[in-house]
């Protein structure tokens, strides 16, 4: 997480360059994505939001597993209460799948028929 907002506040700080011309500012702007590309900077964004989530299930898990150790009804609570934003957060995905193909049927249901004289 630390790496994640140091390289964070590193991209803020290169983002502006007071530079009057474009060639300059082109030639550094080419430069700044040779390096991130080279440091593989978009992959460590990746990984982190990876590893925010499984560290998320993991706490949930753990959240789970003490209930179960001591009563069962508290344990189905917390089960509950525990799957309801993981389930939210394996949906989040689809979500705008479903919402396209909804505007479509509706889209189709609302166009005009072709009229034959």
Do not use: C
Not at 15 to 32: C, G, N, P, Q, V
């Amino acid at each position: 997480m630390l790496l994640g907002i140091v390289a964070l506040r590193w991209l803020r700080s290169q983002r502006y360059a007071d530079t009057t011309k474009s060639k300059e500012a082109l030639a550094i702007f080419r430069m700044r994505s040779e390096t991130l590309e080279e440091w593989h900077i978009p992959q460590v964004f990746t990984r982190l939001s990876l590893l925010l989530q499984a560290a998320l299930v993991l706490f949930f898990v753990g959240m789970v597993d003490i209930p179960l150790t001591l009563d069962g009804t508290v344990a189905f609570l917390v089960i509950v209460v525990v799957i309801l934003p993981l389930s939210r957060n394996h949906d989040t995905p689809h979500i705008p799948m479903l919402h396209t193909s909804n505007i479509l049927a509706i889209a189709k249901r609302l166009r005009p028929s072709p009229v034959f004289i």
